[in-house]
Structures are given as structure tokens and as C-alpha cells.
T-cell receptor, first 109, second 113 residues
Framework: EDQVTQSPEALRLQEGESSSLNCSYT??????LFWYRQDPGKGPEFLFT???AGEEKEKERLKATLTKKESFLHITAPKPEDSATYLC??????????FGKGTTLSVSS | ETGVTQSPTHLIKTRGQQVTLRCSSQ?????VSWYQQALGQGPQFIFQ???????GRGNFPPRFSGLQFPNYSSELNVNALELDDSALYLC????????????FGSGTQLSVL
């Protein structure tokens, strides 16, 4: 069964304390691995798409990487405004995204 | 450039009723997808419409149905509401039907009592 699993479920960091979020996937015929950010009461906001193992993308304090079995979202020197739920999703059949449950990140000053 | 807008933002219904949720796609986008997000879960794919035709469907019963109009706006209809239908319903538009970069609206929070 195709699925996406994210860990940890929740992560608390101090401002400036770098860490990584994990997304493991078992999806046949992967056509893209997506990262989204979701704030409370809002819809997911697109961050990155990764297509092949070894690919990396960066945006401000965030860097996403992809291997054949998992993806990581690295957060360098986070700030309180980075607090949100981060969702990972896999595009399998070219129509639907299969989402994980997300990692809720809290950054305190 | 306008984003994806959904209405209403909140809705309360009772079990057995019917509901219609509406979505206006981002300008220039011809594909719309609907997702259901239960509390503490990731979004689950309901279906996708491309140029007014259904282009894929997730594991949801037939009482979940949809429409896409010539201006690419969309509706999600749910008949015979059940308590488990309580969730955030998200609409997402894209410029292609390949499941690429999706732009989500803020969702409709549906509560079924």
C-alpha cells in the first residue's frame, strides 16, 4: 500500500536550534515529493518539489533533500515564525497527492 | 493574481443533511482538486476535475460528488452527511492535471452534529 510517514509528530525547538524533519515513503512510480507548510486555520502553502534522489532545494532557513526512500526538511537556526505544521506529500499517479500526517514544529524564543 | 478562495469558511449541519461547498480557482488554472483533512491528519484526496470532467477519484463513497464550471470554479457536494464527515475541506487549483504544484485555499470547516 502506498503511504507517507512523517516523524516526529511534534518537535519543540529553541530559537536558533537547528533540526531535521523526516518523511519516509513507499510509493510506486514516484513522480515528485512535495513539502508544504500549514498554519492553523489555513490551507497548506507550497514549499518545495523534489523529483529525483540526490536533489536538494533551499528557501531561507529551509532545505529539503531526497533519497530513494525518504526526504528530509532541514531547518537551520529557526525563528518563532517558523512554527507551523510541515506536511510531506508524494505524487504517485500524476493526479493525487498522498500526504503524511505532518510534523508540528514549535519554536520558542 | 487572485488566489484560491473557498466559501463558506465555516458550516454546521446535522446528520443526514446535504451540503455544497464552493471554490474559485486561481486565475489561469484549469484543474481543481478537493481534499478532506480530519483533525490531526494530513489531507486525503477526494477527486480532481480537469476542464469540467472528473480526472481521478480517491477512496470516498459516491455521496461525495463534484462539479467544475466553464470558468473553472468548482463545487463539492456531500449527501446524507455522517458525523465522520466533520473535517476541513480543502480546494486546490493547478495549471495542469499532473498533480504538480497545488495552490490551496484556506478551506471550509464543516461540523456535522
Amino acid at each position: 500500500e502506498d503511504q507517507v510517514t512523517q516523524s516526529p509528530e511534534a518537535l519543540r525547538l529553541q530559537e536558533g536550534e537547528s533540526s531535521s524533519l523526516n518523511c519516509s515513503y513507499t510509493v510506486s512510480g514516484l513522480r515528485g515529493l512535495f513539502w508544504y507548510r500549514q498554519d492553523p486555520g489555513k490551507g497548506p502553502e507550497f514549499l518545495f518539489t523534489l523529483y529525483s534522489a540526490g536533489e536538494e532545494k533551499e528557501k531561507e532557513r529551509l532545505k529539503a533533500t531526497l533519497t530513494k526512500k525518504e526526504s528530509f526538511l532541514h531547518i537551520t537556526a529557526p525563528k518563532p515564525e517558523d512554527s507551523a505544521t510541515y506536511l510531506c506529500a508524494a505524487n504517485q499517479a500524476g493526479t493525487a497527492l498522498i500526504f503524511g500526517k505532518g510534523t508540528t514544529l514549535s519554536v520558542s524564543s | 493574481e487572485t488566489g484560491v478562495t473557498q466559501s463558506p469558511t465555516h458550516l454546521i449541519k446535522t446528520r443526514g443533511q446535504q451540503v455544497t461547498l464552493r471554490c474559485s480557482s486561481q486565475s489561469g488554472h484549469n484543474t481543481v482538486s478537493w481534499y478532506q483533512q480530519a483533525l490531526g491528519q494530513g489531507p486525503q484526496f477526494i477527486f480532481q476535475y480537469y476542464r469540467e470532467e472528473e480526472n481521478g477519484r480517491g477512496n470516498f463513497p459516491p455521496r461525495f460528488s463534484g462539479l467544475q464550471f466553464p470558468n473553472y470554479s468548482s463545487e463539492l457536494n456531500v449527501n446524507a452527511l455522517e458525523l465522520d464527515d466533520s473535517a476541513l475541506y480543502l480546494c486546490a487549483s493547478s495549471s495542469d492535471r499532473g498533480g504538480e504544484k497545488l495552490f490551496f485555499g484556506s478551506g471550509t470547516q464543516l461540523s456535522v452534529l
